[in-house]
């Protein structure tokens, strides 16, 4: 995986399933739309629902194949991304979040 930063809203969960295993992706938070605070590494709870839940879903769309996957914990909607760290990028762009170049209006 590359340094690349990925900025995404706070109810996105990046997840990665790799050797059989999921792990999910935590970030530093720098804007909250909520008025909680967010736990370090348990948000989903926040948004009602276990991370046992999420592999679930998860696992459903595809299948637990290897790669990246999007988790939106607060409406419930979950992507797969592919194997590669900016497809991941790719697929928060094509839901309306953030842009190629971030310094272009």
């Not at 999910?24 to 276990?50: A, M, Q, S, W």
């Not at 990246?68 to 909607?77: G, I, M, S, W």
Request: charge should be positive.
């Amino acid at each position: 995986m590359s340094s690349t930063s990925i900025i995404h809203p706070a109810h996105f969960i990046i997840v990665e399933r790799k050797n059989a295993a999921w792990h999910f992706k935590y970030g530093d938070v720098f804007y909250n739309c909520t008025d909680k605070p967010l736990p370090e590494h348990d948000r989903e709870r926040l948004f009602g629902i276990t991370k046992n839940k999420i592999v679930i879903e998860l696992f459903r769309i595809n299948g637990g194949k290897l790669g990246f996957y999007l988790a939106n914990v607060r409406d419930k909607k979950y992507y797969y991304c592919g194997t590669d760290w900016e497809r991941v990028k790719s697929q928060l762009r094509s839901l309306g979040i953030g842009r190629d170049d971030p310094m272009s209006m």
